[in-house]
């Protein structure tokens, strides 16, 4: 192997499939990436047997192609070593001794040493024919407002992950630990013919989505225990979670006894300010109280107490006390972005439920906390 690259281009190349590098020992090839050079350009690739990322680097960004080959190389060290290095023209050559030098133009020389070719995991990067297509940005969109929803007790493992559905052309992202619930759906372009509905663990599907730029698609072509995304010059496959994910749409209620309309930024202010009296306590519980026009929100701990109110437009007029972790509360608030939103209440102990004015897309619930 030998060709002459950019610096930067190269350094472009090495921090995407980077995310994919083994954090873990066990398999020392794991903590390699792969280069594999052809007459049309540079794949690189990096797995950790969980999640798979894959980039190309087209011969037209490659300065020259003196000769094709294969070697796969410690990833962090080379990336530590290279982010380094001023912007120059690299000569990366592959010696015969299981080495690989990179020698920039101002005489520096770096060696490492290859992993045998053979010890690294055969990859299959499939594709189907009838993939899903989705706008790029409306897919990271979709997963930032839910994934944060996910459980992080491995004792529930489906709700370790992020549940993707596809019914004819409603996409649909929910995410749950039980104790909260986050969904949203939107329209695509097409409509499927084959339903999809499989649970892409939280941490790699948040990889995902901080690898995707500003690519205008993105295609999804699902197998029965892996999924693959490709995207401009990129392929990121991920395994699957197996089970089949609980049915959240019974969660929902459709009708409330209770409907308050307030104002996104006051009510996340009020609430941001009582969270500094709860946080000695484990689930960060405030109490929530409507009368008439008012929202009033009470917090207490060893430290101190307090209690606050914003004006609220409560449309059915009824009183009602409830508490709440005020910590789901924020979070949940944080992914909308309207101006004022509903919060939609059927009693103590039912679900709370927030909403977007005139948005049924974007849904989130927060069990309320006993508070005796």
């Known amino acids: ?48 047997n969980d999640i798979t990322i894959q980039t190309f680097i087209d011969k037209k960004d490659i300065k020259s192609i003196d000769e094709e080959g294969c070697t796969i190389i410690y990833g962090k060290t080379l990336l530590n070593t290279i982010s380094k290095l001023p912007n120059t023209n690299i000569l990366v050559e592959n010696f015969e001794n299981n080495e690989v030098s990179f020698k920039t133009e101002s005489g520096g020389i770096y060696d490492f040493p290859c992993f045998n070719q053979e010890d690294f995991p055969n990859i299959k990067l499939e594709e189907v024919k009838n993939h899903i297509k989705i706008d790029s940005q409306k897919f990271k969109e979709i997963v930032n407002k839910t994934s944060f929803a996910c459980s992080l007790q491995e004792s529930r493992p489906l709700l370790t992950g992020v549940n993707i559905k596809l019914i004819g052309d409603v996409f649909e992202c929910v995410a749950t630990d039980s104790y909260r619930l986050s969904k949203e759906t939107i329209k695509l372009d097409s409509i499927y013919t084959e339903n999809i509905n499989i649970v892409i663990p939280a941490r790699n599907i948040n990889e995902l989505v901080k690898t995707i730029g500003n690519e205008s698609e993105l295609e999804i072509h699902v197998f029965p225990n892996k999924a693959l995304f490709k995207f401009d010059n990129i392929i990121f496959q991920t395994s699957l979670l197996n089970g089949t994910y609980p049915n959240t749409d019974n969660s929902i209620p459709k009708e409330f006894n209770y409907k308050i309309k307030a104002n996104l930024k006051d009510l996340y202010t009020l609430l941001d300010t009582a969270s500094s009296l709860t946080q000695s306590k484990d689930k960060n519980i405030v109490d929530m109280e409507i009368i008439d026009n008012d929202l009033i929100i009470r917090a207490a701990s060893t430290e101190g107490k307090g209690k606050d109110k914003i004006t609220i437009t409560n449309e059915t007029q009824n009183n009602i006390k409830i508490s709440f972790s005020v910590k789901y509360m924020m979070e949940a608030l944080k992914v909308f972005t309207k101006e004022e939103i509903y919060i939609l209440l059927n009693g103590e102990i039912n679900p709370i439920i927030l909403k977007e004015i005139e948005n049924n897309e974007l849904i989130e619930l927060i069990l309320p906390m006993k508070t005796y």
């Open 1 to 48: 192997m030998k060709m002459l690259i950019e610096k930067n281009i190269l350094m472009e190349g090495l921090n995407c499939v980077s995310k994919a590098l083994s954090t873990r020992n066990i398999i020392p090839v794991l903590n390699g990436i792969k280069f594999e050079l052809t007459k049309d350009g540079l794949y690189l690739t990096a797995t950790d």
